[in-house]
C-alpha cells in the first residue's frame, strides 16, 4: 500500500493557503444565466493552471469560454478533470447571512455563491496535484476543461466536446461534483438524468390595461400561461404531454439492489425542507428514493407576470411567462422532448405560447463495475474510513452524455458536498473538514491511476 | 341662461398657475399599495382645501388617512365631491418617458403618476371654486372627501363613510373621476361594478431546493397554485366557483338602449391595445360594449414564483402567488363571493391555497333620470358642445356604494379622462384642453345647483 503520509502531511499544512486560493476564485461573481464576470473568471482559472504548470488556453464558444489545460506526467494514461467556473444566480440576496460574492469562514464552513457548486471542487483539485507536485512529477498526464455554462445547461458544451475529440482524449473522468450524504458516507454517482429547460411565454396585448376595461373582452396572458401549463401535467403528477415516457427505461433490478442499499433520507428531507408531505403518495423509504431519481420531471421552476408587489394593483397582463425543466431519463432525448411538447401546445390550442429552449442535456450513466469506479472507491474508502455508496442516477443533470457517448470515458463523481451545501440556494457552503478530504482522495486517485493500479 | 363669461375668462388667465398646482401635487408620490408618501400628500391636500378658505381636517383610519373640508355658501345646499390623493404604483419605471414624479409638460398633455388619476381632477375642481370665488360667495356648501386608498379598492372607506354620515351629510355628489371618450363625447358614467381583489398563496417548503433533487417527490408551490387557478376559470371564460353568477342581474332593456347609443369601441380596442381578438367568440358592435361591462370577471393582474431572472436557474420554488381581482356587477356582494372562492377551493382540495383579501368593494348604481344627474348632463353640454353619452355601468371600481347606499346621494361623474390618458399604466397623462374643459363644467355645476336649477 502506496504512503500517503507525506502528502497528506503538505495538505493539512497548506490547507489555508489553498483556501484563500479558493476565496479569490469565489469572490469573483461569474453568473452564466446573467452573463456577469464570466471572461473574467476564466481567465483566473486559466491562471491558477498555468502557476501549477499547466498549458491552459481559453477556447471561445458561442456562449462562454471553455479553459482547458494539460500537464504531462510520468506515463501516457490521461486523467481528464470536469469542472466549471460559472455559478447560480445568488437571488434572493436577502436571505444571504453574508455577502454570495465575498466569501466567510465561519463555524468550520466557507459560505459564497459558488464555493460548493463548483468552484471549491477545483480548487481541492489543485491543491490535491500540489501536494504530489511538491513529490516530484505527477504519476500520470492530467487534463482540465472547464467550462463556464454549467448552470444554464452547457448549451455548447456537447458542441465544443464533439469538435475538439483531440484535445480531450483521455482514459478515464473525475466529474465536477461529488459528496458524502447526512451520515457522512461519501457517494459514488454512476449516472446523471438529462434536462429540458424551457421558457414558456405569452404576449398578447401591446400594453398592460386596466383590469377593469379589458377584463370581460380581452385575452389576458397570465389565463393563458396557467391554462397552458395546466395541460403539461395534472394534479396526479403525471405527465401529459403525449409520448413523454415513451423512451424511459424503468430501473433493473440491479439499479433497485443499490437504491436500496443507500441510507433512507424520508426524514432527512422532511426536516432540512420542510416537506409537508411526498407526493404520489410516495411515504418513504425504498419507493421514495427510486422515485426521486428514476422518473422524469416537469417542475416550474419560476412564474412571472404583471403586478407582483406588496398590495394590489388592478392591471391585466400584457405578458407572462414560466421558466420550466424536464429532468429526463435514459433514453430520453431533450430534442425530442422540445418537439412533443410544441406539438402538445399546438394540439391543445396554445399556438400562442412561445417556446424558449434555455439548454438541454441528455442522460447517461456508468457502468458501476468499470475497474476505474472500482479504483476511485478504494481510494475514497481509505480516506473517508468507510465504503462509499454506489448510486446508480441522481436526481440532477448534467453534461455527462458527451463524456460517456462522444469521449468515451468511465466518469467517477468524488466531492465535497453535503446535504446541508445549499446549491442553487442562500448561504451555499462547503465545509472545510471535506474540502481537505476530497483534496486528500484526489490525490490518492492520481496516483494510483498512473501506477496503474 | 347664467353668463360665465367672467369664469371662464378667469379659468383661461389662470390656467399656468393652476397646473403649477397640480404639478407640485403630482411630484409628492402617494403609492397606497407600497405606502409611500400618503401622510405628507393628505397634508398637502388639506393646505390646498385651506387655501380656498375650506375647514379641513384628516382623519386617520386603519390605512390611509381620509381629508374632509367644508366651506359654507349662499345656500343650505350641499354637493359633496369625492376625490382620492393616492396613486397606482409607477412600476414598471423603464417603461416611461419621463420619470413618473417629475410631472412634466408636452404637446399640450402633462405627464405623471396620478396626473389623471385623481389628482387633475381635484386640482381642477379646486380651480374651478377659485373661479366663483373671485365673485363672491359659493353658491352653496361645497364638502370634501379625499381618501388615500382608493386604488388599494378603499379599504377603510366604507367603514368611514358608516361612522361619519353626519359630517359627510349632502344632497348630492360629483364622483372622483370622469372624462369623454375617443370621439371627445363626453361621458355619464351612472355605474360601477364591484371589486374583490385577492392574493393566493401557496407556502410549502422552508427553503427553494435545486429541481433536481425535489422535481420527483416534493410537492411544488408554483404547480399547486397554478392547478388551484386553473379550477377558477375555465379556457371557455366562464368562472367555475359555484354560485359565483347567482346574483348577478342581466341588463335591462333600458340599459341595452343607453348601451346601444354609445360609440362603438372595437377599432379602437384593436388598435389602442393591439387586442389580437376578443375573448367568448366577442366580434364587436353592441356585444362587446354590453360584455364589457354587464359581465363579471376573474382576472389574474399577476402571478410570482421562483426564479424570474434572465436564463436558466433549476429551482423548485417553496412559494407562490397570484394576484386576482374579481369585477362584480349588481347585486354581487364582495364578502358573498370572497366566502364562495374560499369553499370552492376547499372542495377542490386547495386547502394550501391561502386568500388574503385585499379589498372589496360592492357594485351600485345611480338613476339616470335623477335632477342632478339631468344638471351636469345640461351644464355639459354647454361647456363641450355635444349632449353627454350616459353609460349606465362602467367595468371599474370604486366605493360609490356606500355613497349611493349609506349616504343616499346621486352620484354623477365628470372629469378630464380621455381614451389615451394611461391611468394605472406607464406614460400617464392628462390633456390641458381637458381639464380646463373639466373646471369650466365643475364652475357651473356648482352655480347651478346652489341656484336650484
Redesign the interface.
Known sequence: MTDYSNVDAFLVSNLDASLRELGRLVAQPSI????IGLNECAALVAEMLRARGFTANIYPTAGSSVVVAERKGKNDKTLLFYNHYDV??P?PLELWDSPPFEPQIRDGKMYGRGVSDDKGHFAARLFALDALLAEGELPCNVKFIVEGEE???SVNLAKFIHENTDLLKADACIWEFGGVDHTDTPMQYLGL?G?Q?V?LSVD?????????????????A??R???A??TL?G?DERILIPGFYDDVKPPSARDRELMSALADVTEE?KSR????????G?KGGDE?KI???F???C????????????????????R?S??V?F?LIPDQDPSDILKKLRAHLDSQ?FTDVKITD??GDAPARTDPDHPFIQLVIAAAEEVYEKPMSLVPL????GPNHPFVHVLGLPVATAGMGYPDTK????NENIRLDLYLKHARHMARVVREFGEGK
Open positions: 452564466s444565466a446573467q452573463k447560480q444566480p437571488e448552470e444554464t445547461a438524468r434536462i429547460y421558457e398578447l396585448l401591446s400594453t398592460d390595461v386596466h383590469s377593469g376595461l379589458g377584463g370581460s373582452i380581452f385575452p389576458n397570465a389565463w400561461l396557467v391554462w401549463l395546466n401535467k394534479a428531507y425542507y420542510g416537506v409537508p408531505y411526498f407526493i404520489k410516495l421514495l422515485e426521486e431519481v422518473s422524469p420531471t417542475t416550474i421552476c419560476g412564474l412571472t407576470s404583471g403586478y407582483q408587489g406588496p398590495g394590489s394593483k388592478t392591471v391585466l397582463p400584457a407572462a414560466a421558466k425543466d429532468r390550442g434555455l439548454g441522481v436526481g440532477g443533470s446549491t442553487h440556494a442562500p
